[in-house]
């Protein structure tokens, strides 16, 4: 089975397991297959520069990226190791220790004698553009040398203190695949052959790394295979794989992964290693979830490490079943989804949640409940305004009615608020606010523009005969009055389609038209709670300062091509907060009233809101 572990740079030299040769030394080889090597002088400086930081940082360890080796044996049946990934790291490593005058290991590039000759010989002396090899090989030693010339003009000792901490306290992730070791068996040389280079190939070709969740599923089937028979080893680790090949399938689910998560599904190369940074209590750097596992399971004792991984997986285990669990309570997943969905650091709030849940169910449920009322304490819904909209409360209260009103939408049972669609709109563009009513907009010069807007006005008001409005009026004692009219629409309709078949039309007429029939469909306090709405910020745009009428046939035709709608601003440009009024081009004092009972009463267990016609009466 393959061998997963970290090993000290010193530990790749020599070790009690190093064969007795004429100079003691572990042997690599670098494959044929393989290109040489090709590190550029700012890849080289960037290695030094990461050691050299970490000895002044005064840290215990360092980590490098993984060596992976496969074992092979020499003419003389010695112990080599063959590269398959991390070429680049030890050759240059090996030039480090060769300018640096230290012991070092032993280097052979497959087929190709003469690199590998002058890798051994190299020295300012012998400089070489003759091949690719001499001369990537010969301007990393010419950077290496110039930076260690510089550190050492003032610091004798800095040669030595650099070998120490490079040899003892830097790591490397060793991961050594066993099963392709050519000891296994000669009669199949090229099946393994070929199966190096697929390995090499997904490695390197498209720059694909080993992830954190590659090296932890690698370590834990080394590990769990301790102290039993070959049979009972092969049936725990393939009772290990289908339950982990089972959370990984499941966690891609978009609807559950985007329920947990604000990263896009498919730049994650495996969905698993999202639970793993969960329990590990490491940092954002690579390879550190690996690390923490790798430290948390090692051991002296091999029946401890076993132990160890058992425990491990149990709780990888439990994890994914408490978060299933969440995901399948309905009241949980929108709760839990809100908090997420709001959170600047989504892991971290998960982390949160995950350690107040060691309780009674009914326990946590009145944790959670509290931790949403906590995140909307900061929020006056009496101050929820366009123009006051600070740290987006106007987006957290409009995505939290949202959820509410997908959830307890009596028409449809177990429906569930789409987070994938929404934080899929959140990285395509992002989220705006809308408009219900169009906003005062600047005048309009491009003829283009002008004949489409009246183009799309027209076709949505040319069947419209009258409209009822409010209209509130104040007399010279501060006494507001309202009045319902029915006002008849045809005579402006006629001037939309007159205007808009004229060959040349007049910009300043345009305008003066527009504001009219924006004046006509529009109503009072734009830029207050009732006359707001969430869409995405692409479908925002082209929306622009329509009118009511020409926003919901684009908002129909939106829905109808596959776009996502949120469910409280399909229901405003549906019309269905105020049944009884059968306008369907007006957006109605009624229906601002409804809209914002409905926000009221549903934000009513979370969110303190006061009633809007006692906020009137105190203006």
């Known amino acids: 089975m393959n061998i997963i572990e970290t090993k000290a740079i010193g530990k790749l030299i020599l070790n009690e397991h190093t064969p007795q040769r004429e100079e003691r030394r572990e042997h690599y080889v670098i494959p044929y297959y393989q290109r040489g090597y090709r590190w550029d002088n700012h890849h080289v400086k960037a290695l030094l520069e990461d050691i050299h930081n970490f000895i002044l940082a005064k840290e215990n360890k360092y980590c490098l990226q993984p060596i992976v080796v496969v074992p092979g044996v020499d003419k003389n049946q010695n112990q080599i190791w063959e590269v398959i990934d991390g070429q680049q790291r030890l050759i240059t490593m090996h030039l480090i220790f060769k300018i640096l005058g230290k012991p070092k290991y032993v280097l052979n590039f497959e087929k190709r004698n003469k690199s590998t000759e002058f890798l051994n010989t190299i020295n ?215 908090l997420l969905a709001i959170a600047e650091d989504p892991v971290k709030k998960l982390k949160e949640i995950i ?55 009596k028409k449809i049972q177990k429906n569930k608020f789409p987070f994938n669609l929404y934080k899929e709109t959140q990285q395509n563009g992002g989220w705006s606010i809308e408009h219900i009513h169009a906003q005062a907009s600047e005048e309009m010069k491009n003829e283009n523009a002008i004949k489409k807007w009246l183009s799309d006005t027209y076709e949505s008001i040319k069947e419209i005969t009258f409209i009822e409005k409010i209209e509130a009026e104040t007399n010279d004692y501060g006494e507001r009055t309202e009045t319902e009219k029915v006002i008849n629409v045809r005579p402006i309709i006629k001037e939309v389609y007159e205007l808009k078949n004229q060959d040349k039309i007049k910009i300043e007429e345009f305008n003066i038209l527009k504001t009219r029939i924006i004046e006509l469909f529009e109503s009072d306090s734009v830029h207050e709670l009732d006359n707001l709405a969430l869409l995405s910020k692409k479908d925002n745009s082209s929306l622009n300062n329509a009118i009511f009428p020409v926003k919901r046939n684009r908002i129909l035709k939106l829905e109808q091509e596959g776009r996502y709608i949120p469910q409280t601003t399909r229901n405003i440009f549906l019309k269905t907060y105020s049944h009884s009024d059968l306008q369907p081009f007006y957006w109605s004092a009624k229906d601002k009233m409804k809209y914002f009972e409905d926000i009221k009463n549903k934000l009513e267990p979370f969110l303190e809101v006061k009633d809007k016609k006692e906020t009137d009466a105190t203006k």
């Open 124 to 338: 300012p002396e012998n400089y070489s553009d003759t091949n690719p090899d001499f001369y990537y090989l010969s301007e990393a030693y010419k950077e290496i040398k110039k930076w260690f010339d510089e550190k050492t003009r003032n610091d004798i000792g800095y040669i030595d203190l650099f070998n120490s901490k490079l040899t003892n306290d830097v790591e490397v992730i060793w991961y050594q695949i066993e099963e392709l070791s050519t000891n296994i068996d000669k009669t199949n040389i090229t099946l393994i052959e070929g199966k190096k280079i697929d390995i090499f190939n997904r490695l390197n070709i498209g720059k694909i790394p080993l992830s954190d969740a590659e090296l932890v599923r690698a370590l834990l089937l080394s590990k769990i295979k301790i102290g039993v028979s070959d049979r009972e080893a092969i049936l725990r680790q393939s009772e290990l794989s289908n339950e982990w090949h089972m959370i990984e399938m499941e966690l891609r689910n978009p609807s559950f992964w985007y329920f947990l998560n604000n990263s896009d599904i498919q730049k994650n190369s495996s969905a698993i290693e999202f639970i793993f940074k969960l329990i590990a209590d490491g940092t954002d750097k690579k390879y550190s979830t690996y690390l923490w596992i790798e430290k948390k399971i090692r051991s002296e004792d091999q029946s401890t490490e076993k132990e160890n991984t058992l425990a491990f997986w149990t709780k990888t285990k439990d994890y994914f079943s408490k978060l299933k669990y969440w995901y399948q309570d309905i009241i949980l997943y929108h709760q839990i989804g809100f």
């Open 355 to 409: 350690k107040n849940s060691d309780c009674t169910k009914s326990e946590f449920r009145k944790h959670v409940l509290t931790s949403v009322k906590e995140s909307l304490a900061h929020i006056d819904s009496d101050e929820l305004s366009y123009d006051n909209n600070k740290n987006k409360n106007l987006n957290i209260v409009l995505l939290l009615h949202n959820i509410i009103s997908t959830y307890t939408d």
